[in-house]
């Protein structure tokens, strides 16, 4: 189990939408369900193009962060960040 925040404008308005996932799967369908009121603009959301990597240790709020990103052909774009390996 990890820990999965948003990609928010304030840390505050992120940890606010903190919820607790069990596996990358269930990470990708969280995103996926993010996105859902948006046109998909040729996103292709699986388990091959969001990418989680080792990221920082956050003192604000005790967290090993780790960066939740979607990437595909040279397009980067940050989704969240977790508590810790995925």
């Given amino acids: 189990m990890f820990l999965f925040r948003p ?12 919820v607790e996932l069990k596996d990358k799967s269930e990470l990708v369908s969280h995103i996926i369900h993010s996105w859902r009121c948006f046109p998909k ?22 967290w090993d962060t780790y960066i939740v990103t979607y990437e595909k052909d040279g397009y980067v774009h940050v989704e969240g960040f977790t508590n810790g390996p995925v």
Avoid at 7 to 18: C, D, I, Y
Avoid at 41 to 62: A, E, L, P, Q, W
């Fill in 7 to 18: 990609h928010r404008g304030l840390l505050t308005e992120a940890m606010e939408e903190v």
């Fill in 41 to 62: 603009h040729g996103y292709d959301f699986n388990s091959d193009t969001i990418k989680v990597k080792k990221y920082c240790f956050d003192d604000r709020i005790n």
